[in-house]
């Protein structure tokens, strides 16, 4: 979804509209509006994760910035080249190369569907969590049954458009060790490899 397609005064669901009109009577400095997503519009390797965190996205206008999530997420990405920094911060001039960040689900699907559908040839979607897999096939009018859920699991969509999942990089699943930094890096890595096996002449 290119800044065409991303609304910012979307108003599509109405509980959503009334969530961010309370943050924004409790916390006025918030950003508190619908999140654009971040990164480089021609980017293959498309991130989607769920909807922006209160203290995170929401507070500060970028995805997986100023939560807990984004401090993994932002320095795996900067470890395999894909992000400028390893940290996020609002306003940073922080730049990621060949990647995008989104997180939409839900009403939001169709803007998913617009993202997905603007993704070069030969792209990669990586899924951060099972809830982020399913909102990917439903944007595509895949049936779930179809590509099942499981971290590391990268599953070929069409010739050109490769799934990748991961567990979400949450507090939760870091803190129980479900998720380690080892094995995200491990998911980074793998797609990184799968870009670069995708450059290679057939």
């Known amino acids: 979804m290119h800044s065409s397609c991303f609304n910012i005064h979307c108003s599509l669901c109405p509980r959503f509209v009334g969530y961010l009109a309370e943050v924004r009577r409790s916390h006025p400095d918030y950003h508190a509006r619908p999140v654009p997503p971040f990164g480089d519009p021609q ?10 965190g209160l203290h995170g996205a929401n507070a500060s206008g970028r995805p997986f910035t100023g939560d807990h999530a984004g401090i993994l997420l932002y320095r795996t990405l900067h470890k395999f080249g894909f ?20 997180n939409e689900i839900a009403t939001c699907n169709r803007y998913l569907t617009a993202e997905l559908t603007a993704l070069p040839a030969n792209a990669l979607v ?28 990268s599953h070929a969509l ?12 949450s507090r939760y699943n870091t803190q129980t060790r479900r998720l380690t930094p080892h094995m995200f890096e491990m998911v980074i890595a793998r797609a990184r490899e799968i870009l670069n096996c995708m450059d290679k002449p057939a």
């Open 83 to 102: 992000a400028s920094a390893p940290v996020s911060q609002a306003s940073d001039g922080l730049q990621l190369h060949d990647c995008r960040i989104t």
């Open 158 to 169: 069409t010739a050109s458009l490769i799934l990748l999942d991961s567990y979400h990089c």
């Open 43 to 52: 980017a293959r390797l498309l991130v989607v994760g769920l909807a922006p």
């Open 126 to 153: 990586l899924a951060l969590g099972h809830i982020a897999h399913e909102a990917v096939l439903s944007a595509l009018k895949i049936k779930p049954n179809l590509y099942r859920f499981g971290h590391a699991v």
